[in-house]
């Protein structure tokens, strides 16, 4: 795996996927980093494509290049209508969240 600035970083021995050969996603989050012998990442869970879309980082639609970064680093290969459709459906995400967080009594579920 390759972090941000493009630093190669391996799977902890103690990590739970570290015996896993195959992963569907070319991403992972992790809760610990730490250098040893290695640059090691522990904690560690594999990140599929849609959930960094919606939940992590700055959203940025590039209609002229077809893609969609996440955080400026994280790539993905889309249409500026998907683009855009990613960004009204995150939209809606932060707004139940919101109103979950600051109504925990509204039943969201239904909406």
Known sequence: ???RSNARV???PATINFK???FDSPY???LERMRTSKDFVRDTTMAPPFPLLLFCGSLSVQ???QRVEVDDWIRFKASGRIGALVR???AEF???LALKISRPDVDVSSS
Do not use: I, Q
Request: a neutral charge.
């Open 1 to 3: 795996f390759f972090d």
């Open 10 to 12: 391996f799977l902890h």
């Open 20 to 22: 896993e050969s195959m």
């Open 28 to 30: 992972v989050a992790y």
């Open 63 to 65: 209609h002229t290049r």
């Open 88 to 90: 009204a459906l995150r």
């Open 94 to 96: 932060d707004r139940y």
